[in-house]
């Protein structure tokens, strides 16, 4: 999987990519950010270091539960963080995000811009937003003719009547194993996070890939026919291969906003305002959102179209009822923990490739 112009290998613990965007001046100032492993170059922030005598340092996290529990430990640093709601919220409640000074950020044009994610900061006074996304089921349509309704087709499925993909990501594989068990998204209960824990243990054997960031990549390569992917990631992926179609489950979906949130006492935080009213441009705002992976709030400037249309145009199964979508809602550290250790132990049974 690509991140940020760099390959991973293998998904390793905590392990860190760098990308700095260079700067001619001398004596320059340093930002550093942490952004998705799924962004890609982030050569366009070049005009801004030019511009502005900033150099930005971008880094990116290979496995997002392993960074999410080092920033939850204070233990990465940095300047500001592109991450999702839920984790945001987690650093809003326990204060350790910067509260946004707006008449720093002129360029700022989201005073209406709302996501069910954004139920922790209704009044946007930490967070910025970057972009949105759902989970939805991705499959191949020449192969599979039938539309799927239900996140049962990457469960309890066995080869080869279906090549199965899932992602090395145990927070979005349990809510939707979760809810096609019965029940629901963000679940907390450990007696049904146990049960959860066991039927994954159970199905990680049919599936034929255990996939890194990028899923959507093996879709379009038909090394997978079924996986969960993202409606961000998908969108394009359907444009450019005929093959592939996504739909939005019988038992529903999911949205994670992702926002930037600046660190609380960062000493640059001069330097992270004067970039973060650069990329509320719309242009290098869209070019940001694309990058990272998710749906870009900025085409309500750019194509004068609404927030609610975006999320209305995006695919649906074929049934006829309005999709049920749930926000992402706070993690805690010993939940967090608890399902990260339940999911390192799952994926020791996963096929090897």
């Known amino acids: 999987m690509s991140a940020i112009g760099f390959q991973f290998t293998k998904p390793l613990s ?7 965007i260079n700067n001619p001046r001398n004596n320059q100032k340093t930002i550093e950010a942490f952004v998705p492993s799924s962004a890609g170059n982030l050569d366009f922030f070049s005009h801004f270091t030019k511009t502005y005598g900033v150099q930005v340092k971008f880094n990116s996290y290979s496995r997002y539960g392993d960074f999410v529990k080092l920033l939850l430990a204070d233990k990465l640093g940095g300047d500001f963080y592109i991450i999702s709601s839920s984790v945001a919220s987690l650093l809003v409640k326990s204060g350790r995000a910067q509260k946004m000074d707006w008449a720093k950020v002129p360029n700022y044009q989201f005073p209406n811009y709302e996501t069910i994610s954004n139920n922790y900061d209704p009044k946007r006074e930490y967070s910025i937003p970057v972009g949105y996304s759902y989970t939805t089921l991705g499959y191949d349509k020449i192969a599979f003719p039938e539309a799927p309704t239900s996140w ?7 080869p080869p009547k279906a090549r199965i ?3 090395d990501y145990g927070m979005d594989m349990f809510n939707i194993a979760g809810a096609y068990m019965g029940y629901g998204f963000n679940v907390y209960d450990k007696k049904i ?3 959860i824990n066991v039927f994954l243990h159970d199905n990680i054997k049919n599936i034929n890939r255990l996939m890194p960031g990028a899923s959507q990549e093996y879709l379009a390569n038909r090394e997978v026919s079924h996986l969960l992917a993202y409606s961000s990631s998908m969108s394009q992926i359907m444009v450019e291969n005929n093959h592939v179609q996504a739909v939005y489950p019988n038992e ?3 949205e994670d906003e992702a926002v930037a949130i600046i660190r ?3 000493p640059n935080l001069e330097s992270v305002y004067t970039f973060i009213n650069y990329f509320m441009i719309p242009l290098v705002g869209k070019s940001l959102s694309e990058s990272t992976g998710v749906n870009t709030p900025y085409d309500s400037f750019l194509r004068k179209t609404s927030i609610k249309y975006q999320r209305n145009k995006i695919i649906r199964p074929n049934i006829d009822k309005d999709v049920k979508i749930h926000p992402y809602l706070a993690l805690d550290l010993s939940h967090l923990t608890l399902i990260e250790n339940y999911w390192n132990e799952i994926v020791k049974n996963a096929p090897k490739v």
């Open 152 to 158: 049962g087709a990457i469960f309890d499925q066995k």
């Open 252 to 254: 529903g979906v999911m």
């Open 165 to 167: 993909g899932w992602q």
């Open 264 to 266: 609380k006492d960062t």
């Open 193 to 195: 996070l146990a049960k």
């Open 14 to 20: 905590a392990q860190i990519i760098s990308q700095t």
